[in-house]
Protein backbone atom coordinates (compact mmCIF):
# COMPACT_ATOMS: atom_id res chain seq x y z
CA UNK A 1 0.00 0.00 0.00
CA UNK A 2 1.04 3.31 -0.57
CA UNK A 3 0.11 6.23 1.25
CA UNK A 4 -2.33 8.90 -0.09
CA UNK A 5 -1.05 11.14 -2.76
CA UNK A 6 -2.79 14.44 -4.13
CA UNK A 7 -1.47 13.77 -7.69
CA UNK A 8 -4.29 10.60 -8.24
CA UNK A 9 -6.91 12.41 -9.21
CA UNK A 10 -5.08 14.70 -11.91
CA UNK A 11 -3.36 11.47 -13.03
CA UNK A 12 -7.13 10.09 -13.36
CA UNK A 13 -8.19 13.16 -15.12
CA UNK A 14 -5.45 12.88 -17.93
CA UNK A 15 -6.64 9.26 -18.27
CA UNK A 16 -10.03 10.28 -18.57
CA UNK A 17 -9.33 13.11 -21.02
CA UNK A 18 -7.57 10.69 -23.50
CA UNK A 19 -10.27 8.33 -23.17
CA UNK A 20 -12.50 10.97 -24.09
CA UNK A 21 -10.88 12.16 -27.00
CA UNK A 22 -11.43 8.43 -28.92
CA UNK A 23 -14.45 6.63 -26.88
CA UNK A 24 -17.25 4.96 -28.92
CA UNK A 25 -20.83 6.94 -28.56
CA UNK A 26 -21.98 3.61 -26.23
CA UNK A 27 -19.73 4.52 -23.59
CA UNK A 28 -22.16 7.22 -21.26
CA UNK A 29 -19.25 7.77 -18.27
CA UNK A 30 -15.99 7.40 -17.19
CA UNK A 31 -15.37 7.73 -13.32
CA UNK A 32 -12.23 7.13 -11.06
CA UNK A 33 -13.34 4.34 -8.23
CA UNK A 34 -11.59 2.44 -5.86
CA UNK A 35 -9.24 3.74 -2.68
CA UNK A 36 -7.52 5.92 -5.33
CA UNK A 37 -10.53 8.33 -5.62
CA UNK A 38 -11.11 8.75 -1.71
CA UNK A 39 -8.71 11.66 -0.52
CA UNK A 40 -7.47 10.77 2.64
CA UNK A 41 -6.93 7.46 1.90
CA UNK A 42 -3.78 4.96 1.17
CA UNK A 43 -4.16 2.74 -1.68
CA UNK A 44 -2.66 0.48 -4.21
CA UNK A 45 -0.77 3.04 -6.66
CA UNK A 46 -2.92 1.56 -9.14
CA UNK A 47 -5.86 3.66 -10.15
CA UNK A 48 -9.18 2.06 -10.60
CA UNK A 49 -11.28 3.27 -13.24
CA UNK A 50 -14.70 2.23 -14.17
CA UNK A 51 -16.19 2.64 -17.86
CA UNK A 52 -19.94 2.95 -18.39
CA UNK A 53 -21.46 1.46 -21.21
CA UNK A 54 -24.61 1.85 -22.58
CA UNK A 55 -26.80 -1.92 -22.02
CA UNK A 56 -26.60 -2.11 -25.98
CA UNK A 57 -23.04 -1.29 -26.30
CA UNK A 58 -20.95 -3.98 -28.64
CA UNK A 59 -18.15 -5.33 -26.68
CA UNK A 60 -15.76 -5.62 -29.20
CA UNK A 61 -15.91 -2.15 -30.09
CA UNK A 62 -15.20 -1.65 -26.34
CA UNK A 63 -12.36 -3.90 -26.67
CA UNK A 64 -10.76 -2.33 -29.94
CA UNK A 65 -10.99 1.20 -28.47
CA UNK A 66 -9.23 -0.17 -25.17
CA UNK A 67 -6.61 -2.07 -26.40
CA UNK A 68 -5.95 0.52 -28.88
CA UNK A 69 -5.11 3.03 -26.32
CA UNK A 70 -2.78 0.89 -24.94
CA UNK A 71 -5.15 -1.47 -22.24
CA UNK A 72 -4.50 -5.22 -21.66
CA UNK A 73 -7.46 -7.49 -21.91
CA UNK A 74 -7.81 -8.66 -18.40
CA UNK A 75 -10.66 -10.73 -18.16
CA UNK A 76 -14.52 -11.39 -19.04
CA UNK A 77 -17.38 -11.09 -16.56
CA UNK A 78 -17.83 -13.89 -14.05
CA UNK A 79 -20.11 -14.89 -11.23
CA UNK A 80 -17.61 -13.02 -8.77
CA UNK A 81 -16.92 -9.66 -11.08
CA UNK A 82 -20.03 -7.87 -12.78
CA UNK A 83 -17.00 -5.74 -15.08
CA UNK A 84 -15.17 -7.01 -17.95
CA UNK A 85 -11.02 -5.95 -16.82
CA UNK A 86 -8.52 -4.60 -18.74
CA UNK A 87 -5.35 -2.95 -17.20
CA UNK A 88 -2.71 -0.72 -18.33
CA UNK A 89 0.99 -1.45 -17.27
CA UNK A 90 4.18 0.27 -18.22
CA UNK A 91 5.91 -3.27 -18.59
CA UNK A 92 4.63 -6.51 -17.98
CA UNK A 93 3.09 -7.10 -14.26
CA UNK A 94 3.88 -3.16 -13.25
CA UNK A 95 0.44 -2.39 -13.75
CA UNK A 96 -0.70 1.43 -13.43
CA UNK A 97 -4.29 1.55 -14.33
CA UNK A 98 -7.40 -0.81 -14.20
CA UNK A 99 -10.36 -0.61 -16.40
CA UNK A 100 -13.61 -1.67 -15.35
CA UNK A 101 -16.31 -1.79 -18.02
CA UNK A 102 -19.67 -2.01 -16.52
CA UNK A 103 -23.32 -1.41 -17.90
CA UNK A 104 -23.87 2.48 -16.89
CA UNK A 105 -26.65 2.86 -13.96
CA UNK A 106 -26.97 -0.99 -13.12
CA UNK A 107 -26.34 -2.05 -9.77
CA UNK A 108 -22.56 -3.02 -9.72
CA UNK A 109 -22.02 0.71 -11.38
CA UNK A 110 -24.38 2.50 -8.77
CA UNK A 111 -22.11 0.00 -5.84
CA UNK A 112 -19.07 1.81 -7.51
CA UNK A 113 -19.77 5.00 -6.69
CA UNK A 114 -21.93 4.46 -3.51
CA UNK A 115 -19.03 3.44 -1.62
CA UNK A 116 -16.24 5.84 -3.10
CA UNK A 117 -19.01 8.16 -2.62
CA UNK A 118 -20.23 7.83 0.82
CA UNK A 119 -15.77 7.13 2.15
CA UNK A 120 -15.20 10.79 0.33
CA UNK A 121 -18.06 11.72 2.68
CA UNK A 122 -17.42 9.87 5.99
CA UNK A 123 -13.79 10.48 7.66
CA UNK A 124 -14.51 8.07 10.62
CA UNK A 125 -15.98 5.12 8.23
CA UNK A 126 -12.75 6.07 5.62
CA UNK A 127 -10.71 5.51 8.84
CA UNK A 128 -12.19 2.70 9.53
CA UNK A 129 -11.48 0.92 6.20
CA UNK A 130 -8.35 2.02 6.09
CA UNK A 131 -7.64 -0.01 9.02
CA UNK A 132 -9.04 -2.99 7.46
CA UNK A 133 -7.10 -2.74 4.33
CA UNK A 134 -4.11 -2.72 6.51
CA UNK A 135 -5.13 -5.78 8.65
CA UNK A 136 -6.17 -7.77 5.79
CA UNK A 137 -2.47 -6.99 4.09
CA UNK A 138 -0.52 -7.86 7.20
CA UNK A 139 -3.00 -11.10 7.59
CA UNK A 140 -3.08 -12.35 3.69
CA UNK A 141 -0.15 -10.83 2.05
CA UNK A 142 -0.50 -10.79 -1.28
CA UNK A 143 -3.45 -12.81 -1.44
CA UNK A 144 -5.88 -11.07 -3.70
CA UNK A 145 -8.92 -12.83 -3.04
CA UNK A 146 -8.27 -13.42 0.46
CA UNK A 147 -8.45 -9.64 0.37
CA UNK A 148 -10.71 -8.74 -2.01
CA UNK A 149 -13.33 -11.07 0.31
CA UNK A 150 -12.28 -9.69 3.63
CA UNK A 151 -13.26 -6.57 2.55
CA UNK A 152 -16.74 -6.96 0.95
CA UNK A 153 -19.05 -6.99 4.57
CA UNK A 154 -17.47 -3.52 5.08
CA UNK A 155 -18.27 -2.57 1.79
CA UNK A 156 -21.58 -4.09 1.60
CA UNK A 157 -23.01 -2.38 4.94
CA UNK A 158 -21.54 1.09 3.94
CA UNK A 159 -22.24 1.46 0.14
CA UNK A 160 -25.95 1.69 0.93
CA UNK A 161 -25.58 4.32 4.03
Not at 72 to 78: F, I, K, M, P, V
Not at 92 to 110: K, Q, S
Not at 126 to 139: C, G, H, I, P
Request: hydrophobic share 35%; net charge negative; charged share 25%.
Amino acid sequence: MAKYSPHWEPAFNKVRAVLNASKPRNVQAIEHIGSTAVPGLDAKPIMDIAIGTAENADPDEIHTWLTREGFLYRGETDAIRPDTMYGFEIEPHIRLVNVHVITYGDTAWEHYLSFRNHLRGNPSDREAYQELKELLVQQNGSNRSTYLNGKTDFITLRRNR
